[in-house]
């Protein structure tokens, strides 16, 4: 990934209030119980407060990067060691595992597809509660997956999400083969293909027509979760980046999609 990416400069993360604190609201308190579920008690204490930047905060000693670029330069630095056969394997420590039972500050959403050569804490080196990783065949968005990434992005203050493609996607395959042929793709399988039929070149032919279809399902992915009112706003404010990207099975390394 290159990591001169110019990303939007981070502030920090916006309050949430509830409405009437004696008596809340269904919505509010339903609120509450997921945060508390996903995160643990600790993180509603002083860490969700207006400047505050909880993904700075995190386990170990490690400097934990708080603003889109720190973020995209630590994944860098991680995609360079795993591509070098020189990885880490940070925040894996028993004071990291303990600190981890309590709350959680991931610094990176990463979407990405649920192929197997593709798991995003080996690619980029990192650690237990680094990433908050969201993955379907193709990263295909639906209402489940829009949820995690905005998740993190508005209740956990992460700074950067990235949509992370591949090289030689079956699910990108699968749907192009399917679109050149007329077949119907097995039970839920063809509504993979529906989400990724869109963004098939028909420009190019064969393997340069799959090939092609994964850099702009990509783009088509980020501009849908970069035009969600929400993390739109958080963009405007520079306090969130929305960034494409893909990895390459042959080399290891992750570039920037612009």
């Known amino acids: 990934m290159n990591s001169e990416v110019t990303p939007h400069r981070a502030v920090g993360r916006q309050a949430t209030a509830s409405a009437d604190a004696q008596s809340p609201t ?34 170990g000693t490690r ?20 591509s070098t056969y020189r990885e880490t394997h940070p925040d894996e420590t028993p004071t990291v595992r303990q600190t981890l039972t309590t709350s959680q500050h ?15 804490e080996l690619v980029f080196d990192q650690g237990l509660g680094d990433l908050l990783t969201v993955r379907s065949a193709g990263e295909v968005l639906d209402e489940a997956v829009l949820g995690s990434v905005a998740y993190g992005v508005l209740e956990l203050g992460i700074p950067l999400v990235m949509v992370l493609g591949h090289q030689s996607c079956g699910a990108v395959r699968a749907a192009v083969e399917a679109d050149e042929s007329g077949a119907r793709l097995p039970a839920h399988i063809q509504y993979l293909a529906d989400q990724i039929r869109p ?17 702009a399902h990509v783009r088509a992915v980020r501009a849908r979760l970069a035009a969600e009112p929400d ?8 306090q969130l980046a929305i960034v494409g990207a893909r990895y390459e099975l042959t080399t290891q390394r992750v570039h920037h999609l612009a």
């Open 199 to 215: 963004a098939i070149d028909h420009g190019k032919e064969g393997a340069a027509r799959v090939d092609a279809t994964v850099d």
């Open 26 to 59: 269904p919505s509010t308190a339903r609120r509450s119980l997921l945060r508390a579920g996903l995160t643990g008690a600790a993180v509603l204490g002083a860490g969700v407060t207006l400047g505050a930047t909880p993904a700075a905060a995190g386990p």
């Open 63 to 82: 400097h934990r990067p708080g603003t889109p670029g720190e973020v995209l330069r630590e994944l860098a630095v991680g995609n360079r060691r795993w």
């Open 106 to 120: 991931p610094f990176a959403v990463i979407l990405g597809c649920i192929d197997s050569r593709v798991p995003p």
């Open 231 to 238: 993390l739109a706003a958080k963009v405007t404010t520079g």
